[in-house]
């Protein structure tokens, strides 16, 4: 039995990585500010000795005895990192030197959740991790995309000078139950809105492509990075390759759905990258992962979760 904290546990991640390290025997500091999670999705995990709910903002210090930290503690849909930019790049960064500092002092092992956003608006296709990316460092994206890479270049320095047991993972668009129905990512705003009927929001022609992984899958990935006996500490890209457009996503919703809903077409932001896909032969590769569920069987999952919940 392992004592793990696990910052932003009361969000859509965090939320299913609670539950999978409770359910595997380990003790479980969940630490959330709630600014995008919420205590229903682990409201069931509170009757559970071995569960501890902490409030508290990561860009404050925190200690505790742990052998794990899994900072995933950030928000991370665009109109919620974007709300307020400053402190999204402070959660970032103080969050994880914080992190880095508890890990240094308990000797724990941290997993930090970095992104696909790190690669910007990509010039090579599929992402590779030794890619360093296209990225606007002045723009309504920065906050988020240079705050994960400050975050990784921390975690890499407190590794090399400090020999902290770091990891890094680069998570790609992810779904699934638990997703905060207001959280304006595209597959919670597209299946609520084809529950309700009302109009899809298409921003831009719908010709960008993202890449779906649902979350249990990723979960997977995330637990064997953490505890990989090589001590490899990437980054990895943890994602499913299935790519699609925006648009096809939205014809698939509608028909899973069996909406009435008609697609409506509206900017697209700026700085929305254009195309999306992981190379995962390196997670493949070191940590024997790769995804399992296709996205019309996670999709229907995701719709039964929001059917219930709106
Ligand atoms: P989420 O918004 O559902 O969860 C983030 C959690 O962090 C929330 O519970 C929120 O309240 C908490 N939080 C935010 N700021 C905090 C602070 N200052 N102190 C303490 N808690 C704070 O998002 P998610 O999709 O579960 O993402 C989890 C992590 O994975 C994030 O770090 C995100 O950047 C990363 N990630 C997610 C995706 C994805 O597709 N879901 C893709 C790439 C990276
Ligand atoms: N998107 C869309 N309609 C929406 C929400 C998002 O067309 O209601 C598009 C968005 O412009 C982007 C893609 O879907 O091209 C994925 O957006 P999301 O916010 O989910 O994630 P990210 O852009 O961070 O990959």
């Not at 928000?75 to 709300?83: E, F, G, L, N």
């Not at 649902?214 to 994602?239: A, C, H, R, T």
Request: proline letters at 5%; hydrophobic letters at 35%; glycine letters at 6%.
């Amino acid at each position: 039995m392992k004592q793990i904290l696990i910052t932003g546990g009361a969000g859509f991640i965090g939320s299913h990585l609670c539950e999978r390290l409770l359910n595997e025997g380990n003790e479980v500091i969940c630490l959330d500010n709630f600014f995008t999670g919420s205590k229903e999705n682990i409201r069931h995990l509170l009757d559970n000795s071995r569960f501890e709910l902490v409030r508290h903002d990561v860009t404050n210090e925190y200690y505790a005895e742990v052998d794990q930290i899994y900072n995933m503690a950030c928000p991370a849909s665009p109109p919620h990192y974007q709300y307020n930019p400053i402190k999204t790049i402070k959660t970032s960064v103080l969050g994880v030197m914080n992190m880095l500092g508890l890990a240094k002092r308990c000797c724990a092992t941290i997993l930090q959740a970095s992104t696909s956003e790190v690669y910007g608006n990509p010039l090579i296709h599929p992402q590779t991790e030794n890619y360093w990316g296209n990225v606007n460092p002045i723009g309504i994206r920065s906050c988020y995309d240079e705050g994960k890479r400050c975050a990784e270049t921390l975690m890499m320095d407190y590794y090399r000078q400090n020999k902290v047991d770091s990891r890094i993972i680069r998570i790609f668009n992810t779904y699934g139950p638990n997703m905060d129905p207001n959280d304006g990512r595209v597959v919670s705003n597209f299946i609520v809105q084809a529950l309700k009927n009302k109009d899809i929001t298409m921003y831009g022609d719908g010709s960008q492509t993202r890449s779906f992984c649902y979350v249990s899958d990723l979960v997977d990935g995330i637990i064997k990075m953490m505890n990989n006996e090589q001590k490899f500490i990437g980054p990895v890209n943890l994602g499913n390759p299935s790519e699609r457009t925006v648009y096809n996503l939205a014809e698939l919703i509608i028909n899973l759905t069996n909406s009435n809903s008609k697609i409506k077409f509206k900017p697209l932001p700026q700085d929305d990258p254009l195309q999306r896909k992981p190379d995962i032969s390196l997670a493949k590769k070191e940590l024997n992962w790769e995804p399992k569920v296709d996205i019309k069987e996670g999709l229907l999952k995701t719709i039964e979760y929001f059917a219930k919940k709106i």
